[in-house]
C-alpha cells in the first residue's frame, strides 16, 4: 500500500461528514506504519471504541470508509470477509458503513464481518499449511494478497455505490 499522510486521511473520506472527520483520532503508532506490509490501512478510534476507519487505493486515489460496529456480536466465531483465515487468534466483527452521498444521506448501508484489529494484511501473509505434494505456498500466499485487496477495494467501492466493477465482490 503506498503511504498516506495526516492531510490525504482527513480529504479522502467518502461517507464520513466534517464532524466526524474533525473527530478522528489517528492511531498512535501511525508515524512507524509499515506500509509495505498493508494492502488496506484501518484503526479503531481510540476515543469511540465502535467507531473504526479503512483506507484503501482506488484509481491511484486513496478512498477513506468510516466504519461503525454492531452492537451485537456474531454467536459462533465467525470468519473475516476480507482475509477469510481459517486460523485467527483474533476477534471478527461486523463492521458498518453509510453509503457515499445521497444513498447515504437517507440512511443506505453496506456492511461486513473484518478482523477487529483489522490484522488482515498480516493474517494473509502468514505461510499457509502445505495442502499436497507440490503445493506451491508462495503462489497461495500471493493470491490471499491479491485476494484481500480486491475484497477491501470491492467494499470502497460498495460504500462508494459503484458494485458494477470487476472487484466489487466481497462486501456483505
Not at 495526516?6 to 483520532?25: C, G, M, P, W, Y
Not at 478510534?45 to 465502535?50: E, I, N, T
Not at 443506505?108 to 495442502?131: E, Q, Y
Request: glycine letters at 6%; one cysteine or more.
Amino acid at each position: 500500500m503506498l503511504p498516506l499522510t495526516e492531510t490525504q486521511i482527513q480529504h479522502s473520506f467518502v461517507n464520513a461528514s466534517r464532524k466526524e472527520i474533525s473527530d478522528l483520532a489517528l492511531p498512535l503508532d501511525f508515524a512507524t506504519t509499515d506500509w509495505d506490509r498493508l494492502d488496506c490501512f484501518g484503526w479503531r478510534d481510540r476515543k469511540a471504541p465502535r467507531r473504526a476507519y479503512v483506507f484503501v487505493w482506488l484509481d491511484d486515489s486513496p478512498v477513506g470508509v468510516l466504519l461503525r460496529q454492531a452492537e451485537a456480536v456474531p454467536r459462533t466465531r465467525a470468519q473475516c470477509s476480507w482475509c477469510q483465515d481459517v486460523n485467527l487468534t483474533n476477534e471478527v466483527v461486523f463492521y458498518g458503513a453509510k453509503r457515499a452521498g445521497q444513498s447515504g444521506r437517507k440512511g443506505d448501508t453496506v456492511g461486513t464481518l473484518i478482523c477487529a484489529n483489522f490484522g488482515c494484511s498480516a493474517n494473509v501473509r502468514k505461510r499457509p499449511p502445505l495442502a499436497y505434494i507440490g503445493f506451491d505456498v508462495d503462489a497461495a500466499r500471493e493470491k490471499r494478497v491479491d485476494d484481500l485487496r480486491v475484497r477491501a477495494r470491492g467494499f470502497a467501492r460498495a460504500v462508494l455505490g459503484d458494485a458494477s466493477r470487476p472487484d466489487a465482490a466481497g462486501e456483505a
